[in-house]
């Protein structure tokens, strides 16, 4: 059946039951076509399988009933709760249920529906259930209703307003046979290569979902949806990363290791095992003939610094270039004062090329650059600016990339036609999740801290706390130390209640006369920003005010303590990094999260039981859930509506493998076994793959 004829491709607007108003619904729930339709799973299940006789209940008894609505009406109660209650019938008796503090229902359940309710039975003038869950099966006049009796699963379905989860229930029926018949040419996996993932035939699956006789059907359904959706954006990565590896030829960086093993000896202090674990496997993708594309991940204070500087200087003992960007000045500036200790006893200079160097200054160094004087250059993005030209790059690092455009790494990248690439980021992430956000990219993780490394003490305190806690900072900035207050907003908002930092520096300079207290947020231009930083760096300013602009690359050893104010509006993941801004001069550093909410958060009291950023990063993603996690949208990532990462490891390996070796066997996909494959891939992604080839 052609695309054009299939109902999978048919506009929502034609299947039976639609029509153009409810079409325009559908589009709110991205459901435009058959297809779309049959991939709108349900989100939850009603087991009206085993259903107890409401004439049998008891007080006590958790129970699921279904009967029809007799009578309806909001009671309030003395204290000015006002309570819906419902009294159900079905062959046997009748009962009420009730739901507190919920009038509204008032409007959306008539006399005559038929619900199906679970929860526990009380006793209250009468027996009660007070129901956990309900559904409407069937609103009177319902002409394609559910039969009443139970004995079914009832799928509970994604809906929006004006389209309700059993009007979407009933089209599903209505149009559920065709669409399945329709699917069965979509089956892409074989049956070994099902067999060897362990899931149905993608038929099965999409029945299963939509028509389960039992709710424990569904979880090896739903596998094979999200085997499926795991496969094709590995797929895709797979593309992208090959496309990355051959764009040029890629050259063995092999020479023998003179500076590497030098830089070694030259350390005080040894590798971790982390650190070891991760320079191996960039060193083997340097010694390659195939072009590297690497991640290093790692927390704050972990080491991967040390670890590009040893990649820095491979590539020069192998007489090429290294250039490492950074998103901001003062970060480049960091970086080059680093890395001008750690290659100084091998006779090695980082030159700095940034947005503020003189005509001059400029000129001498893109001149160095182009013939070759200069073998090592940090810089922010004029290191990809016209003009500037390299003798021969052959790595290229990038610190925290997602920070950076999508043209700008693709500057960087081509400015070396043979160039190794090293992305650098300190935002810890579960490791299933970096293979679906990078999945491009080959992994390297340090997941171990250098010993020695004094953890921040942290503690979340409420309103009674905060005098006391302002005392102990005033304690510290006198014995010489620095610190951040970070405050959720730039300016007072009528709709949050939340401090801003603009009208709190003001306090906390009227708090603190005898400090110098700065102001950081992100509405400052970048001169600004550069300006109160480098104030804060010389020690001229001993408190500074900031939102999370200074989140990420602000390295100020002096710094030990850091309060986080309203900290129950930020995610854990900021909370973290924010914490990670104190401690880097090997002082004991303290963070505080005030929060004003009595019990605090559950992610506050992990934020305070751990400072290892990977652990956050696992209860983050199990607090927030993944189509929250870490802005996803921001890096294109297209939401999984199926797969969940952790929860689906195993799926998400042997897609990424699978994927792969399919592509390093056939680039193109134009095999005949590979071809439908290719037409998924583009139908699913379209140009979205153009935005990974570049990382």
Known sequence: MSQKGSPLYRPIQYLKGVGPSRSEKFARLDVR??????????????????????????????????????SKGVIPTQKGLRIFRAVIRDDS?????????????????????????SGPVKFFHGRQIQPREFTTLEEEGDEDGAAAGGGEVFPVYPATEGLSHRQIRSIVRKNLDELLDAVEEKELFGEAWRSEVGVPHLRDALETLHRPDEPGQVESARRRLAYEELFFLQLMFARARERVRTEGEGRPLDAEPDLTDRLRESLPFELTGAQERAWA????????????????????????????????????????????????????EQH?????????????????????????????????????????????????????????????????QHRFGVEQRRTLREAGRESDTLVMSATPIPRSLALSLYGDLDLSVIDEMPPGRKEVVTGVRGP?????????????????????????????????????????RDRLAARFPEFEVGLLHGRMSAEEKEAVMRRFLDREIQLLAATTVIEVGIDVPNATVMFIEDAERFGLAQLHQLRGRVGRGGEQAYCVAFTEEDPPPERLAAFAATTDGFELARADLRLRGQGDFFGREQHGVPELKFAELERDDDLLRHARERARRIVREDPGLSSPEHRELGRELVERYGDREELYEVG
């Not at 009748?94 to 309710?117: K, M, T």
């Not at 927390?299 to 003992?317: C, I, P, Y």
């Not at 200790?341 to 947005?355: C, K, M, N, S, Y």
């Not at 810089?379 to 016209?386: K, N, S």
Request: glycine share 10%.
């Open 33 to 70: 076509t058959g297809g779309d339709l049959l991939y709108h799973v349900p989100h939850r299940y009603e087991d009206a399988t085993t259903l107890t006789p409401i004439s049998s209940l008891h007080p006590g008894d958790e129970a699921t009933v279904v009967g029809r609505v007799v």
């Open 93 to 117: 008796g009748v009962i009420e249920c009730a739901w507190p503090g919920q009038p509204w229902l008032q409007r959306s359940i008539d006399r005559g529906d038929l619900l199906l309710v």
């Open 281 to 332: 496997e960039i060193r083997g993708d340097m010694e390659s003939p195939e072009r590297m594309y690497r991640l290093l991940q790692g927390d704050v204070g972990s080491g991967k610094t040390v670890v590009a500087a040893l990649a820095m200087a491979r590539a020069v003992e192998n007489g090429t270039q290294a250039a490492l960007m950074a998103p901001t000045e003062i970060l480049a």
């Open 336 to 400: 080059a004062r680093t890395l001008a200790e750690l290659l100084e006893p091998l006779g090695l200079e980082a030159i700095l090329v940034t947005g503020s160097l003189t005509d001059a200054e400029r000129r001498d160094r893109l001149a160095a650059l182009a013939d070759g004087t200069a073998r090592v250059v940090v810089g922010t993005h004029a290191l990809i600016q016209e003009g500037v030209e390299y003798d021969d790059l052959g790595l290229a690092v990038v610190d925290e």
């Open 464 to 504: 009674e706390s905060r005098e006391a806690a302002f005392d102990f900072l005033r304690q510290k900035l006198g014995e010489g130390r620095q610190g951040f207050v970070v405050y959720p907003l730039v300016e007072e908002s009528e709709s949050l209640d939340a401090r801003s930092a603009t009208e709190m």
